[in-house]
C-alpha cells in the first residue's frame, strides 16, 4: 500500500486558523461507511446518532502549554523547546530548534532565569534530552511561560488557550489535543448524558507523531511512536457493558480508538490498565470494539487518514473528502467533524 494512496488536494484557504465561538456549531458530515451515502448536519446534531445504551467514548488528556521560547546562555541565541515526554522528575524529552546549536552541554534560559534548562543526552530521532532546575512549583511555571503547542499549519495567535483544549480534559501530558473532542461543549455532553448514553472516560498523551509526516513509500515500513496510555478498570466496564447489551460503541477521535484497539483482546473486551502503544492502523485492520467513529479531518498522507480509511475504505473516505472540500468544509484542528457510521 502505497503512500500516495492517501494523497488528496487541499486548498489553503480551507484549513481553520480559529475556533468558532460555537463549538458544537461546526458541520458535521454523516458518512455510512457501508454504502457511501453522506449527510450534511452541524455537530449538535450528533445526538441523533446516539441511543440510550450506547456508549460515547472520550479521551480525557489535557495539552500541557509545551511549547517554551528561551535563549542560550553563552550566545543569546533565540531557542525553542517542545516539551514531548516526561522521563522523570526534571528530566524531558524535547524537540529543540534550532536543534544544531543545542549540543550536550548547552545550556538554555526561559523567562529571564526563571527556569533553565541542560541537554544532558540526545535522543532517537535528534530529540534532546534537557533536565530542566527551577523554583517553585513546575505546573505553575509552565503556565506561567508556555504556550500551547499549536499545530505548524496554524499561523494565527490563539486569544483564548482552552479553545485547544477540550471541556472535559484532566489529565496533563499531552503535546496536541484530541481534536474531535474540541466540538463537545458541557450543555452537549449533558444531554447525552440525559438521553441514556453512557460517557467512558480513557486517556491518551498525544505525542509529536501526530505531526509527524510519514516519510516511506510503503506505509507498512513506517514506525509508530509511542504514546501512554490508561483506562480505568470502571471505564472499561462501562465499555463491555454496552456492548453486551448491545449498545454501540462510538469512539470520540483516532487517539479514543488506538487505545481501545490496544488495551482489548481478539474477543473484543476491554481491559483496563496503563502502558505504551505503538499501534498502526491501516487498511486491512480488523476493529475489535468500536461501532462508530467521530473524527475531524486529516492531513493528507497521514497515519490519522489511514486510521479512518480503514474504518470505512480508502476508496469511500477519499470520495467523502473530496466532497468536503467541494463543500467547503473546514479541514484540520478547529475545523469541522465527520461521524462514520
Known amino acids: 500500500m502505497k503512500l500516495s494512496d492517501f494523497y488528496y488536494d487541499l486548498p489553503q484557504e480551507l484549513i481553520a486558523q480559529d475556533p468558532l465561538k460555537n463549538r458544537s456549531e461546526s458541520r458535521l458530515m454523516v458518512l455510512d461507511r457501508k454504502t457511501g451515502e453522506l449527510k450534511h448536519k452541524h455537530f449538535y446534531e450528533i445526538i441523533d446518532y446516539l441511543n440510550p445504551g450506547d456508549c460515547l467514548v472520550i479521551n480525557d488528556t489535557k ?129 447525552i448524558n440525559e438521553k441514556g448514553v453512557e460517557v467512558a472516560h480513557v486517556t491518551l498523551h498525544v505525542g509529536l507523531g501526530t505531526f509527524r509526516p510519514v516519510k516511506v513509500d510503503n506505509i507498512l515500513e513506517h514506525h509508530m511512536h509511542s504514546e501512554f496510555y490508561m483506562v480505568e478498570e470502571e471505564e472499561a466496564a462501562k465499555i463491555n457493558e454496552a456492548k453486551e447489551r448491545g449498545g454501540k460503541v462510538v469512539s470520540v477521535g483516532t487517539t479514543s480508538t488506538r487505545t481501545l484497539e490496544s488495551v482489548s483482546d481478539e474477543n473484543g473486551i476491554v481491559h483496563g490498565g496503563s502502558g505504551t502503544t505503538e499501534i498502526f492502523i491501516y487498511p486491512g485492520y480488523q476493529f475489535k470494539v468500536i461501532d462508530s467513529l467521530i473524527t475531524n479531518f486529516h492531513l493528507p498522507e497521514s497515519t490519522l487518514l489511514m486510521l479512518v480509511s480503514a474504518f470505512s475504505t480508502r476508496e469511500k473516505i477519499m470520495e467523502a473528502y473530496a466532497a468536503a472540500v467541494k463543500e467547503r468544509y473546514r479541514f484540520f484542528s478547529f475545523g469541522d467533524a465527520m461521524l462514520i457510521v
Not at 524537540?95 to 527556569?115: E, N, Q, T, Y
Not at 495567535?157 to 503535546?175: E, F, I, M, P, W
Open 63 to 191: 495539552v500541557i502549554p509545551a511549547r517554551l521560547m528561551g535563549v542560550k546562555e553563552d550566545t543569546g541565541a533565540s531557542i525553542e523547546v517542545l516539551l514531548l515526554k516526561r522521563k522523570s522528575e526534571k528530566v524531558w524529552e524535547t524537540l529543540v530548534r534550532p536543534g544544531k546549536k543545542m549540543r550536550i552541554g548547552a545550556r538554555v534560559s526561559f523567562g529571564d532565569g526563571l527556569l533553565t534548562g541542560e541537554v544532558t543526552d540526545i535522543a532517537a530521532e535528534g530529540n534532546r534530552l534537557i533536565r530542566f532546575e527551577y523554583d517553585g512549583i513546575w505546573e505553575e511555571l509552565l503556565d506561567q511561560l508556555g504556550q500551547m503547542p499549536l499545530p505548524p499549519y496554524i499561523t494565527h495567535k490563539l486569544d483564548d488557550k482552552n479553545r485547544y483544549q477540550t471541556v472535559y480534559a484532566k489529565h496533563d501530558g499531552s503535546a496536541a489535543a484530541p481534536t474531535a473532542g474540541l466540538h463537545f461543549t458541557e450543555e452537549l455532553l449533558s444531554q
